[in-house]
């Protein structure tokens, strides 16, 4: 039994080539568990492949250096699930709050399933499992200040902080952000639908000119159908009518919000 699974497993690496990370439950199909480990450890030991962290490995001539992004992502997706760059990162790298050089933070990924933590070298590589909705928010750079401010918290995120957020953002992006709003909790919802209608308001002599269209069915016209210039049935959508609603019902001074925005567009 052992003799073909080496066979298959030795094919099954060359057919990927050296620069593939390989899983051990990708080899599962060619034998017992038992038997699949016993030729990975001798595989290993006669450097036909490298050993990169638990159950990962690749066949050795790989010229290129294992990152951390990637153990992780194959590491994830071993186990069917999907990665995104931990919250508290882009948290830094947005200058929200200082950078940290503890290894939880450099180290760390946000993944749909249960936390758990592996070895890469010395590095102790952490996936932190995360809920659907804030999952749902995606690693886009949208989705990832998103992420960013709803890990800071509500009593740090004031409306200069989301502002100055949303300023390092291009402003298709920026008015995409829109799209999840029912993704994130209500206090960060409430800042950014009066930054969001303050800014177009500010930059037109009209009251709203467009809004931002989060329909699944439009998706796969990206790019085409995210803004929706003001027509007569603009206030038809359900949505549409709700939000109008909030925004007559919270008139607030957001004065940074719309003449930077107005500046922006001139």
């Not at 699949?36 to 962290?53: G, M, N, T, W, Y």
């Not at 194959?74 to 709050?97: H, N, P, T």
């Not at 009251?207 to 159908?225: L, R």
Request: hydrophobic letters at 40%.
């Amino acid at each position: 039994m052992k003799m073909p699974t080496m066979a298959l497993i030795i094919s099954f690496f060359k057919s990927k080539g050296s620069e593939v990370l390989i899983t051990t439950r990708e080899l599962l199909k060619f034998g017992l568990r038992s038997c699949v480990d016993s030729c990975v450890f001798e595989l290993v030991k006669d450097q036909v492949i490298v050993r990169v962290a638990r159950g990962v490995f690749h066949l050795a001539g790989r010229n290129t250096p294992v990152g951390i992004e990637e153990v992780a992502a194959v590491k994830a997706r071993a186990f069917g699930r999907d990665i995104m760059k931990d919250a508290c990162r882009i948290a830094e790298e947005l200058d929200l709050c200082p950078k940290s050089q503890s290894e939880i933070v450099q180290h760390s990924f946000q993944i749909d399933g249960r936390s758990s933590a592996f070895k890469f070298g010395t590095i102790t590589i952490k996936l932190k499992g995360t809920s659907k909705k804030n999952f749902a928010l995606g690693d886009t750079p949208e989705g990832q200040a998103l992420r960013a401010l709803l890990a800071m918290g509500k009593g740090f995120v004031t409306e200069d902080i989301f502002e100055r957020t949303m300023q390092k953002l291009p402003t298709t992006q920026q008015l995409s952000v829109l799209n999840s709003c029912s993704f994130v909790s209500a206090w960060l919802g409430d800042l950014m639908l009066r930054w969001f209608f303050n800014a177009r308001t500010a930059s037109t002599s009209q009251s709203i000119i467009s809004v931002v269209i989060a329909e699944e069915s439009d998706k796969k016209h990206a790019g085409n159908n995210l803004i929706s210039e003001y027509m007569p049935d603009f206030y038809g959508s359900s949505a549409t009518r709700n939000s109008y609603r909030y925004l007559q019902k919270h008139q607030t001074s957001y004065i940074p919000a719309a003449s930077n925005f107005a500046r922006r567009n001139e």
